[in-house]
């Protein structure tokens, strides 16, 4: 229930209404996207990689 509450408070940041803890919790979950991102190309740079 607790995940719930964080995306009420974010999706208060795209009514309109301010709050710090929307920005904080918008930001961890770029940052989320962006580890994952990144890793994923990792991984299939390395799994696609030839062998000498």
Not at 3 to 30: P, S, T
């Amino acid at each position: 229930m607790n995940f719930f509450a964080i995306f009420l408070q974010i999706g208060e940041l795209f009514e309109g209404n301010f709050n710090w803890q929307g920005v904080y919790h918008l930001f961890l979950f770029i940052l989320m996207a962006v580890i994952l991102g990144g890793l994923g190309i990792f991984l299939g740079y390395k799994a696609f990689k030839p062998k000498k």
